[in-house]
């Protein structure tokens, strides 16, 4: 867990955690900012019967919080992943508001693509790759198991990678994978936005910022999903590319 190390060893502005919510597909932590992961109720050892799980403040900071993502636990892992994404300062000066799909339809137009995670774009993402390989735990049609990235990321141009592999810590057996001079991009609301990422060979980081905690987690405890959470206001889509302005 190399990568979750180093991204906890970049922490230097620690807070008091605030709040505390996990919802049926988002887990948030309020500290400097409000920081999300996604829950993986599918994945997660504990009971969810009622959908949402309220999880009260202990009076610690995100910094303790934060040491959670390196638990076997994905529930734990999601919550400290939160607490990570809480604290890390996002530079807006060297973002682009821009949607990751989009970026992946241009990059994508007539190459290899590999997909690990089923995002809703891959419909659209199909129609114009040469081979489109979709690589989820739990599949769809016309998807992949996990166990397949062997033998397809070696062969594609193009890569996106869900950042719930930094909840269930399989980031790290997939970058070896990746081709040589593929682009590779690490995208979802859960993505750290730090640069401690484009040392490990990824070229592009596409993840979210919250600009209404108060209304992002009425959603979250509604059981909303992304795209209800979009639709709300309370977050921007942001992207961040290696050595842009770094």
Known sequence: MKILNDVLSTLDNDAPVDDIVRGLYWTAVVSRSCGLSSTLFRDCSHDHAEGVESVPTTGGTAAELAHR???SDIGSSSLGLAAINSLIPVDLSR???INAADILMEKGKGRNVSVIGHFPFVDGLREVAENLWVME???KPGDYPEQDASRYLPQSDVIAISSTTLINHTLEGLLPLCAKGSFTMLLGPSTPMTDILFDY???MISGSLV??????LTYIKRGANFRQLKRSGAIRLLTLEKNRHR
Do not use: F
């Open 137 to 139: 735990k739990w599949q």
């Open 95 to 97: 973002c682009t508001e």
């Open 69 to 71: 993502a390196l638990s």
């Open 211 to 216: 600009t209404d905690a108060p209304l992002a």
């Open 201 to 203: 060979g990824i070229g």
